[in-house]
């Protein structure tokens, strides 16, 4: 039997300690999340470093940043740090048994009106002793948790993907132009972006992707635009341009066929947009969360007869949006 005391175990503490404040770059944070005091996950860490006979961490004040040296370590102590927390779920997995623990998902509003309600449904029938908990959140906000380990994956949308990061594309959908039925527009089978000109359009905040899309593809084409109207959320948009006070250009994920609109296609000027699951890089994963994107994925499938198209992450290092519109 290994004791209490065991180097091993001593080791695995000083692991924790490590990689806790190396996420939250903060000891005192790192205290606070393991519930322990400040000098012990501080003795931890230098017990590691002078086991390791090197730095880990540079020290300005109370704040806290990795050497190279501590890079490293991160990089091969956090799996095994993961996998230690998760070992009883995948313990009970390996025997067939996914049925209880939480699963932390972090997705924007689109995904979580659009995408996530039916899989969400399903799974929670079949797993009911498992804690399902969506947090709402923003691209920026969304990828603070990944970091920071306080979900397990985000859905939803991403153009640029940071090395810490993975993106796996899921579903494919096509950009439309909305506008209400007695528009001008309603009866012209061919639009160009010099039809669009001269009407305002809804687009939402400008921090999100869909305006910076909007306004390149303007702007590259040197055709002007006018925006009538900023709005949040495309249920909102798509309830402002019912009642004629603009019209807005969308990704499909939001049209449900039901609307009071006339949809026209647009993808001779703008890009499709995939939407998929985003994991930090190295990230170990529960049996609960891999069992909900098995589910994910052959939710995809089971809806697209056409062979799948090839999938590509950008790796670029622009830590620019998992989106929410």
Same mark, same amino acid.
């Given at each position: ?7 091993? $175990? ?7 300690? &490590? ?11 790192? #205290? ?17 470093e002078?086991?390791?006979?090197? $730095? ?6 109370? +704040?806290?940043? $990795? ?23 995948? &313990?009970?997995?390996?025997?067939? *048994? ?16 659009? !995408?996530?309600?039916? !899989? ?20 920026? *906000? ?5 970091r920071?380990?306080?979900?397990d ?16 594309p899921?579903y ?5 132009? !909305? ?5 001008? @527009?309603? *009866? +012209?089978?061919?639009?160009? @972006? ?30 002007p ?12 948009i ?26 026209k ?18 990230? &170990? @994963? ?5 069992? &909900? $994107? ?7 499938? #089971?809806?697209?007869?056409a ?19």
């Amino acid at each position: 039997m290994v004791s209490a005391d065991s180097p091993n $175990l001593n080791q695995l503490r000083q692991l924790r300690a &490590f990689c806790n404040a190396a996420q939250t770059g903060s000891v005192s944070k790192a #205290a606070q999340r393991l519930k322990l005091s400040q000098p012990s996950v501080s003795l931890q860490i230098q017990a590691l470093e002078k086991e390791l006979d090197t $730095l880990l961490f540079e020290r300005c004040g109370p +704040k806290i940043r $990795l050497t190279p040296a501590g890079e490293l370590l991160l990089e091969m102590a956090q799996p095994l740090v993961d996998g230690f927390a998760r070992l009883a779920d995948s &313990f009970s997995a390996r025997l067939g *048994d996914v049925n209880a623990g939480p699963l932390e998902i972090a997705s924007g509003e689109a995904t979580l009106l659009y !995408i996530l309600p039916e !899989i969400i449904k399903s799974f929670s029938d079949d797993y009911p002793q498992i804690d399902v908990r969506l947090h709402n959140v923003t691209g920026h *906000d969304g990828m603070a948790l990944l970091r920071a380990d306080e979900v397990d994956f985000a859905v939803g949308s991403m153009i640029d993907v940071p090395d810490d990061l993975v993106y796996h594309p899921i579903y494919d959908y096509k950009p439309a132009l !909305i506008m209400c039925k007695d528009h001008p @527009l309603a *009866d +012209k089978e061919h639009i160009t @972006l010099e039809d669009i000109s001269p009407f305002g359009l809804i687009l939402p905040p400008r921090h999100l992707s869909t305006w910076n899309v909007v306004d390149l593809v303007f702007q590259q084409h040197g055709v002007p635009y006018t925006v009538a109207l900023e709005a949040g959320g495309w249920e909102v948009i798509k309830r402002y341009v019912e009642i004629g006070a603009g019209i807005s250009i969308v990704t499909s994920i939001c049209l449900r066929g039901f609307e009071n609109l006339t949809v026209k296609p647009m993808d001779e000027y703008f890009p499709n947009r995939s939407y998929g699951v985003v994991v930090r890089r190295g990230k &170990f @994963l529960s049996p609960q969360a891999k069992q &909900f $994107l098995e589910r994910m994925d052959h939710d995809f499938f #089971a809806r697209h007869t056409a062979p799948p198209p090839k999938r590509k992450t950008s790796q670029r290092s622009n830590d620019t949006l998992i989106t929410n519109l």
